[in-house]
Structures are given as structure tokens and as C-alpha cells.
């Protein structure tokens, strides 16, 4: 049983569509984090949501945090070939500290 | 993350040998984390350690062990490799700090033949 749970696990779209990709999980989270991860690369920290509702802007990407803490989401718009990669929501329930099963998302020019 | 880096960044192993994943650390983090990645997927924590001297399992960690002798350090080693280990495989540091995430390594890939 995965403690965070990603969907959709694939994307396929257009450039210029919008997307969204969730993070759901039972458990609640001080924070949660997105990470980004191109081929052959380790994932890159985006951002950290701290507060229940808590909604953070980055250019085209708004992530926000559930009010129960329990889930986040990522929204991308006017998607760019550039923001292919791997989308990993992230958590620490004590001292370790876990991925969600990630969504590949592939924009095609 | 240039403070964590790990050797080699290549390996091909037969079944049933034996390796030492290297990590190490310039930051002077406490915690630290070892994950594995397959294709397409997350991550999956096999190992972590808040200090030296203190290791604890994460969700995988079955055919793996590790050590924490000195801050810096976080070695991964795998005993009788099996095809099931074939992976890339992540180092990772973290500060104290509830709010912080992460930093990475660049990865070993790692193939068990």
C-alpha cells in the first residue's frame, strides 16, 4: 500500500493545454512536497506546502494543499514541451520520508 | 544537490555478488535516505538515518543494509544481488527542519545480470 497515492500515473497532451495532477493520501502531513524529475536526473524540489488550504504559485504552476492536509494538487497551464518530466508529491510522516508513485507527464509540440 | 554525491554512478552485477553503493555528504545534514527508483515510478525509501549511528528500515528494505558511522557517510550494501535490484538507486540529505525536503544525489544504475 503506497502512503501517497498520484493520479493520473501517465499524461499525454498538446502544448498550450492546461492539466492537473493530484496527491491523496489517509494520512495527514505537516507539509508536502513536489518534485520534479527529468530522465537520468534526481528529483529537484518546486515547492513546500505548509498550511491546509495553502495555495502556492510558481509561473504556470499552482500547487495547493488540501484544507485536512491530507492531499495536494498540481496544476499546470498553457503546458510547454519543457515541463516533461516526472511529477513527484512527497511527504515526511515522522522522520522518513516518502514519494507518491508519480505522474510522467509527456507535453508534445 | 552538489553537497550529496554518490559512486559509482554505473554498475553491472551477476547474481549473487555483492556491492557497497557509496554516498557521502558535504553538509553536514543529519538525516539521510537511501531510495530506489524503477522505470517510471517513484521513489522508494529502502533505508534512512537521522545521526551517525542511527539507521532504521524504510518500505523496502530486504536484501539491503546500511551503516552510519560518521555524519558525512551513508553507505548502501547489497548482498547476493538478485535481478530484482536492478534499479536506480538514490541518495538523499535533509535538514532538521519539518518543513524541508529532500536534496539528491545523481543516482546509480545498477543492473543485476
Known amino acids: 500500500t503506497q502512503l501517497l497515492e498520484q493520479s493520473p500515473q501517465f499524461l499525454s497532451i498538446q502544448e498550450g493545454e492546461n492539466l492537473t495532477v493530484y496527491c491523496n493520501s489517509s494520512?495527514?502531513?505537516?507539509?508536502l512536497q513536489w518534485y520534479r524529475q527529468e530522465p537520468g536526473e534526481g528529483p529537484v524540489l518546486l515547492v513546500t506546502v505548509v498550511t491546509g488550504g495553502e495555495v502556492k504559485k510558481l509561473k504556470r504552476l499552482t500547487f495547493q494543499f488540501g484544507d485536512a492536509r491530507k492531499d495536494s494538487s498540481l496544476h499546470i497551464t498553457a503546458a510547454q514541451p519543457g515541463d516533461t518530466g516526472l511529477y513527484l508529491c512527497?511527504?515526511?510522516?515522522?522522520?522518513?520520508?516518502?514519494f507518491g508513485t508519480g505522474t510522467s507527464l509527456t507535453v508534445i509540440p | 544537490n552538489a553537497g550529496v554525491t554518490q559512486t559509482p554512478k554505473f554498475r553491472i552485477l551477476k547474481i549473487g555478488q555483492s556491492m557497497t553503493l557509496q554516498c557521502t555528504q558535504d553538509?553536514?545534514?543529519?538525516?539521510m535516505y537511501w531510495y530506489r527508483q524503477d522505470p517510471g515510478m517513484g521513489l522508494k525509501l529502502i533505508y534512512y538515518?537521522?545521526?551517525?549511528?542511527?539507521?532504521d528500515k524504510g518500505e523496502v528494505p530486504n536484501g539491503y543494509n546500511v551503516s552510519r558511522s560518521t555524519t558525512e557517510d551513508f553507505p548502501l550494501r547489497l548482498e547476493l544481488a538478485a535481478p530484482s535490484q536492478t534499479s536506480v538507486y538514490f541518495c538523499?540529505?535533509?535538514?532538521?527542519?519539518?518543513?524541508?525536503?529532500?536534496?539528491f544525489g545523481s543516482g546509480t544504475r545498477l543492473t543485476v545480470v
Open positions: 512527497a511527504g515526511a510522516p515522522g522522520n522518513q520520508f516518502y
Open positions: 538523499a540529505n535533509r535538514q532538521e527542519l519539518w518543513i524541508a525536503g529532500p536534496g
Open positions: 494520512s495527514v502531513f505537516s507539509s
Open positions: 538515518s537521522v545521526g551517525a549511528g542511527i539507521t
Open positions: 553538509m553536514n545534514h543529519n538525516y
